[in-house]
């Protein structure tokens, strides 16, 4: 169990368009998402939390109206960079966090990641 | 300010001997740790936690120990394979219900055949 997913699971496209990536939860409801960036031999950095139903919470230096996240559903959430630029080529991981029992409740099960490349 | 940081970036170990991942953290206030593994271009993968009311826990070939008085988390692999070469993070959470994760900045574990 506790299975995530993501799509795609890499992508290239040019500079100033807008990419969508998808995280889902496929075994378990995920009140509570995240969405991390991760530059090549770095450690993982949040971006956003994401809670369905509701507004996302960005991390500070985050720019919300770039980076827009929509979680639709208590499976789904969603990750658009818009007019994305070469700096934003990064590796893109979600994770949701299984909410099922107080045992869980603590732990975050990753997606396997985006890897984004802006021309 | 706060961080979680590992004493070494990379770590080579022969093949069948035992491993030992170190992390240290600042924030006395942290009661979640997780280790996670990362292979090359997945994303992580959830390998143990321990809450702060333990100092010890095993899993499979894996156990982690923490130690609260020097804040320090250390994640030991027991007859270490190919498969376990990768890049290990500890994350902590800053208290029950603040749902951030602060990741370390990972080592690099190289098994030698």
């Known amino acids: 169990g506790a299975v995530v997913s993501q799509h795609p699971s890499w992508v290239i496209c040019k500079s100033g368009t807008s990419v969508k990536i998808e995280c889902r939860s496929l075994?378990?409801?995920?009140?509570?998402m995240f969405w991390y960036r991760q530059f090549p031999k770095q450690s993982l950095m949040l971006m956003a939390t994401?809670?369905?139903?509701?507004?996302?919470?960005?991390e500070q230096g985050v720019e919300k109206d770039k980076f827009l996240i929509n979680h639709a559903s208590l499976t789904l959430s969603t990750l658009t960079v818009t007019s994305a630029h070469p700096e934003d080529s990064s590796f893109y991981i979600c994770?949701?966090?299984?909410?099922?029992?107080?045992?869980?409740?603590?732990?975050?099960?990753f997606g396997p990641g985006t890897r984004l490349t802006v021309l | 300010g706060e961080s979680v940081g590992l004493h070494l970036p990379t770590l080579s170990v022969q093949e069948g001997d035992n491993s030992i991942i170190n992390c240290a953290y600042s924030?006395?206030?942290?009661?979640?740790f997780i280790w996670y593994k990362q292979e090359s271009g997945k994303g992580p993968q959830f390998i143990i936690d321990?809450?702060?009311?333990?100092d010890k826990r095993q899993g499979q070939r894996v156990t982690v120990l923490l130690n609260k008085t020097v804040k320090h988390l250390s994640l030991q692999i027991a007859a270490t394979q190919p498969g376990d070469s990768a890049v290990y993070f500890c994350a902590e959470k800053m208290s029950f219900g603040n749902e951030k994760l602060t990741f370390g900045t990972g080592t690099r574990l190289t098994i030698i055949p």
């Open positions: 994401s809670n369905e139903g509701s507004k996302a919470t960005y």
């Open positions: 924030n006395s206030a942290s009661d979640y």
């Open positions: 321990i809450r702060s009311n333990m």
């Open positions: 994770s949701a966090r299984d909410g099922r029992g107080f045992g869980l409740s603590d732990t975050q099960y």
């Open positions: 075994d378990f409801q995920a009140t509570t």
